[in-house]
């Protein structure tokens, strides 16, 4: 970082270093040694705002340090003080973490609920920011899990901490414009020991904006965040309900949504037990792909897990849940009665050594209805595709232990409006007649890549052209492509993030004739002529 500058305390502003007020927002700077980005370095009996005495550093992480603290105005009352990390963060990205830590505290201070907790001072301390909240003596949900054999809670209580969720959550959508959550996962809920519930962090919050198409980031934790919270529409109510659902599932099973995102393998609890049936058919509903298809509120979710509750209590259920590694179920069972309209999950297995629906993916492809979702077990599949109608393909396995693999055509092709890969090796390796291909060509719709391998040893390994064409790319390595790693033509768009691209003949991304990619947090190295290539009228947005 330059030492002759430093941001603006106000508004993240990059100003000379000896400038008295900053030239964006006119406020004056605050003069004071150099500044450390390094957070948690306050220690015991150390004071803020002439105010707050430091007890203890109580944790840190990625978004800064929690210290315990004595109020000094209020009679020594403990408190929390959360400290914003803004380490390794360039401008643009501390404007964003000063926006989200004012977002978090003009949010909370305007909130007034039981499990959530109250705000009593924000500000500014030598270029560093602070939130005084209350201090809750517990441990997150996240630390109960890993403390508990098989990462699993008893039934009951899944059901009675669902309900709590369910309330506060409630009260969040209540607001108009409703409040958001959008980052609902096990670290972000504290549990007291007489088992009251705190919902924390609302550093990426928002309000829901009628009219809105999309969010103007993508926020979220993969496996709890909902499809809609990759950047092709706006979160909403529903966007919460996938979260809670993730997290129910998680407490069910102690398999973490984050290894297979998506992907939920069915908990197949006893169906002679009624309680049993009815949560798995709520927590299958709440993580639905399709936003319609999820319970509308937190009302219909509540009125469920209350039903339940009942059911669990009259039988006196006290059990735990053991995730199933088995066969992934086609169907999902209704319970008469059920208040939420339980459609099925259409679903084909695909197993190369049988036991499945098919033992070839093209097959499989061919006779599968629109909507489908393809789970792909273990394997290496020989054989190039068409997507040629909106498919979900699903990665039933390690992902270098499911591979597509395809010499002398294309491995993937995309002709339909939409479809999606999730958790592939994709390979395209040279074959005999030494015909140039791509791992994956994309010339139609919008196709959502996540989580995948993809390399090509005869041309660019993934290549996108046309102008109806809008892939996401996000969370893959791709790599070792004789030519580059992804090239963008023809007017055509693309979202690519969170990807490792390196090692390729050429360039790591090349835009060109008229393309416009957005690409974000990508890390573009070792490549033999060009990281980022953009000639003949390409262009783009780029954030690293």
Known sequence: MNSSVRFCDNCGATNRLDARFCYACGQPQISYATTSTVTGLLTSSSELKQRYRILQKLGQGGFGAIYLVEDELFNKTQRAVKEMGMRGLDVQETREAIEAFRNEATLLANLSHPNLPRIYDHFEEHGRWYLVMDYIEGETLEKRLENTPG????????????????????????????????????????????????????????????????????????????????????????????????????????IHPGLTPFLHQPLELDPAVPANVALENLIMQMLEMKEQQRPKDTDIVKQELQSIQQMLQSASIRQLVQPVQTRISTTTTSLPGTPLNLEPRVSIIVAQQGGGDYTS???????????????????????????????????????????????????????????????????????????????????????????CDITSASSSCIAILNANTNPTIRYCTI?????HGITISHNAHATIEYCDIFNHNRAGIHSTIGADPTIRHCNVYNCQRYGLLVQDLGRGTLRL
Request: charged letters at 20%; a negative charge; one cysteine or more.
């Open 151 to 254: 990462g699993s809670l008893p039934l009951k209580e899944v059901v009675d901490l669902g309900i709590q969720l369910c309330t506060v959550l409630g009260y969040l959508h209540s607001h108009q414009p409703p409040i958001i959550f959008r980052d609902l996962k096990p670290d972000n809920v504290m549990l007291t020991a007489d088992g009251q519930l705190y919902l924390i962090d609302f550093g990426i919050a928002r309000f829901f904006k009628p009219g809105q198409t999309k969010d103007t980031m993508n926020l979220g934790t993969p496996g709890y965040a909902a499809p809609e919270q990759y950047g092709k529409m706006q979160t909403t109510i529903r966007s919460d309900i996938y979260s809670l659902g993730a997290t129910l599932y998680q407490l069910c099973s102690g």
């Open 361 to 451: 993916l093209s097959e499989a492809i061919q006779q599968a209805e629109p909507g489908t979702f393809i789970f792909l077990r273990e394997g290496i599949y020989k054989e190039n595709i068409i997507l040629d109608k909106p498919i979900e393909i699903i990665a039933n396995g390690p992902r270098e232990q499911v591979v597509l693999e395809s010499a002398d055509t294309h491995c993937v092709v995309m002709q339909t409006s939409s479809a999606s890969i999730r958790g592939l090796t994709i390979r395209c390796p040279v074959g005999p007649t030494g015909k140039t291909s791509h791992a994956l060509r994309i010339t139609d719709g919008e196709l959502y890549i996540e989580n």
């Open 479 to 483: 790599h070792d492509g004789a030519g």
